[in-house]
């Protein structure tokens, strides 16, 4: 298997994205000190990067859950991880690769609520809706792509390519 050689998105292009995201963010969010609950692993990079652009009190966490094996979701939910600050009443901005069936982020943000958050937030670098099979909608999304399985940014396949600064779409992709 191969990537292709043109990213389907580039560094420039991401992080032009990532810091208009990190403004709307800033604005919607004044005066409201937010924690940025980051998925693990694949939110990790989008995370690092969107939260030098958002000019708040700014509390990060991160949250693990296991919900797919290779290329094709599981459609079950494992926790590897659970945050530390106490999300009663807070505003919480849930930072997510991409969102894919909507079953991961669904769990997330019912388990957010049930700790008595204010508020949950999703924002979500891509998006494919095509996928959906549980209603999800995220209030920011960076790039909506087809139904592509993408690596690179954060984004794995069987753990690798998370380090790519670019995004990319296998040469024979199987969706
Ligand atoms: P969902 O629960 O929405 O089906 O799945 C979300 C998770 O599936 C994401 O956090 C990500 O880990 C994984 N995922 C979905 N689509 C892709 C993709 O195209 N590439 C990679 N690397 N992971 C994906
Ligand atoms: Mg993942």
New binding site residues.
């Given amino acids: 298997m191969r990537l292709k050689t043109e990213p389907l998105l580039d560094a420039a292009t991401i992080r032009a994205r990532v810091a208009e995201m990190g403004e709307r963010i800033t604005a919607d969010f004044a005066g409201k000190p937010l924690v940025l609950l980051t998925?693990l692993k694949?939110?990790m990079v989008f995370a690092a990067d969107l939260m030098r652009h958002l000019d708040l009190d700014v509390e990060l966490d991160f949250i693990g859950v296991r919900?797919?094996d290779g290329f094709h979701?599981q459609g079950r939910i494992e926790w590897t991880y659970k945050p530390d600050v106490d999300l009663q009443s807070r505003h919480v901005l849930l930072v997510?690769?991409?969102?894919?069936?909507?079953?991961?982020?669904k769990a997330i943000i019912a388990w957010i609520e049930a700790q008595g958050a204010a508020e949950a937030a999703l924002c979500v670098l891509?998006d494919?809706p095509s996928?959906r099979?549980v209603p999800v909608t995220p209030r920011y999304t960076g790039f909506t792509i087809e139904n592509?399985?993408?690596?690179g940014y954060g984004?794995?396949?069987n753990a690798r390519y998370r380090h790519l600064p670019d995004i990319y779409e296998f040469d024979d992709n199987p969706c």
């Fill in positions: 998925v694949g939110g919900s797919y979701s997510e690769d991409i969102l894919d069936t909507g079953r991961t982020s891509l494919k996928r099979v592509r399985f993408v690596v984004l794995d396949y």
